[in-house]
Nanobody
Framework: QVQLVESGGGLVQPGGSLRLSCVAYRSNLALYAMGWYRQAPSNQRELVAVSTSGGSTNYADSVKGRFTISRDNARYTVSLQMDSLKPEDTAVYYC????????????WGEGTEVTVSS
């Protein structure tokens, strides 16, 4: 079992920045791919960014060049630095972890709300 707790959401003006953090209460975090999804009102949940267990990263086209995902396995954290925020980035952001071998083992945080508005 992996417990994920997000923090860092809030209200920011367009063009501003926020940093989301997710603490994973679990050992052997290196066995998990970790990342962020988001869900805007009336939209499906969509992948924002992922950090694989091997250290590679992938991003949704809509956030490339603006968002940066990073992880620190020793501190059980994964972070999402969000720059040049746009109103369309407004959503609830969810941290997730997926075991790299037992791929049915997927865990979610409760979500943290990000609102980009002037």
């Amino acid at each position: 079992q992996v417990q994920l707790v997000e923090s860092g959401g809030g209200l920011v003006q367009p063009g501003g920045s926020l940093r989301l953090s997710c603490v994973a209460y679990r050992s052997n975090l290196a066995l998990y791919a970790m990342g962020w999804y988001r869900q805007a009102p009336s939209n499906q949940r969509e992948l924002v960014a992922v950090s694989t267990s091997g250290g590679s990263t992938n991003y949704a086209d809509s956030v490339k060049g603006r968002f940066t995902i990073s992880r620190d396995n020793a501190r059980y954290t994964v972070s999402l630095q969000m720059d040049s925020l746009k109103p369309e980035d407004t959503a609830v952001y969810y941290c997730y972890a997926q075991h790299v071998i037992e791929r049915s083992k997927v865990y979610w945080g409760e979500g943290t709300e990000v609102t980009v508005s002037s």
